[in-house]
C-alpha cells in the first residue's frame, strides 16, 4: 500500500464578478480565512477566482455551497445591502 494521500478527485473553478476590484478584494479579504484547506482563492480584476478540489461530488458541493454563502454575506456588509 501507498502512503501518499489519494488524489481530489472532483475539482471545480469559480470566478465571482463584482462591480469593482476594491469590492472584489475586500470580499475577498473577508472570506479568505474560511477558506484555507478547502478553496484556493484569489483576486483577478474585478472578480475573485476560487478552485476547489474535493473527494466527491457531494463534498465539493457542500464547500462551494459554503464558500457561495459566505461570498453572498460578505458582500452585503462590505458594500452595505440589505
Excluded: W
Aim: overall charge negative; proline content about 4%.
Amino acid at each position: 500500500m501507498s502512503s501518499e494521500p489519494e488524489a481530489p478527485k472532483v475539482r471545480c473553478s469559480l470566478r465571482i464578478q463584482f462591480p469593482s476590484g476594491e469590492e472584489a478584494s475586500r470580499v475577498h479579504k473577508a472570506v479568505e480565512l474560511d477558506n484555507q484547506g478547502y478553496v484556493s482563492t484569489r483576486v483577478d480584476g474585478d472578480s475573485i477566482l476560487a478552485e476547489i478540489e474535493a473527494s466527491s461530488l457531494n463534498s465539493l458541493l457542500h464547500t462551494l455551497d459554503d464558500l457561495l454563502s459566505c461570498t453572498t454575506l460578505a458582500e452585503k456588509i462590505v458594500t452595505k445591502r440589505h
